[in-house]
């Protein structure tokens, strides 16, 4: 049964900071991997998704990578704004004909002025 | 603006009280879905919809009972809810056509914020 994990649960970091937030899945048998932002009370805005043959996505300050071997997403933040706090999701598509994602339980991000 | 629009965004209700949520979507997908989100715990998926045809319930409770007339359009019909029901409802679409690339990414409204007392 597929897993997914994000740790840390949450990170401050102080502004300008590059950082980067984990994702583990317990099985490499993948179809893609998407990134989500969420802020409080709101729904999910789709970051990045990563298909299987892919090794990595960028857009803007951010960038993904993915490396089904060993199981981890990365997502990477460069020169962190006070507007990147937010709680940052990713889900797992285990195959193209399933309705399932499987999502992990967020970070929570806070980047201090 | 994702292209998913849930109504109303807030919501408080009695236990004996009907009510609807409603989610709408303009991007041309065939599936649609209803989340769950509580606090601290990971999205519960609890219903999808593939072309108006009902391919996923997730055990849920009989109190939630869902409704798609059309790929555009999602429901959730309401009753006799419990106060541990209360959570932000998220409705999601996305495409399944196998056959195009960039399928299978997830969009999501803006949820619908539910109180049960």
């Known amino acids: 049964k597929q897993e997914v994990t994000q740790i840390p649960a949450a990170l401050s970091v102080p502004e300008g900071e590059n950082l980067v937030l984990n994702c583990s899945f317990t099985?490499?048998?993948?179809?893609?991997l998407q990134w989500f932002r969420q802020d409080p009370g709101k729904g999910l805005t789709s970051l990045l998704l990563?298909?299987?043959?892919?090794r990595e996505q960028t857009s803007g300050r951010l960038n993904a990578s993915l490396d089904k071997s060993s199981g981890r997403s990365t997502l990477y933040i460069a020169a962190s704004q006070p507007g990147d706090s937010a709680t940052y999701l990713c889900?797992?598509?285990?195959?193209?004909?399933?309705?399932?994602?499987?999502f992990g339980t967020g970070t929570r991000l806070k980047v201090l002025a | 603006e994702t292209g998913v629009t849930q109504t109303p965004r807030h919501l408080v209700m009695g236990m004996t009280n009907k009510k609807s949520l409603k989610c709408e979507q303009h991007?041309?997908?065939?599936?649609m879905y209803w989340y769950k989100q509580s606090a601290k715990k990971p999205l519960e998926l609890m219903f999808v919809y593939n072309f108006k045809e009902q391919t996923e319930n997730n055990s849920v409770p009989s109190r939630f009972s869902p409704e798609c007339p059309n790929s555009s359009h999602l429901f959730l019909h309401l009753h006799t809810l419990q106060p541990e029901d209360s959570a932000l409802y998220l409705c999601?679409?996305?495409?399944?056509?196998?056959?195009?690339?960039?399928?299978?990414?997830?969009?999501f409204g803006e949820g619908s914020r539910l109180t049960v007392l």
């Open positions: 099985d490499s048998a993948i179809y893609n």
């Open positions: 991007l041309g997908h065939n599936a």
């Open positions: 990563i298909q299987s043959s892919q």
């Open positions: 999601a679409s996305s495409r399944t056509d196998v056959s195009a690339r960039g399928t299978g990414e997830l969009f």
């Open positions: 889900a797992v598509k285990e195959g193209p004909g399933t309705y399932k994602y499987i």
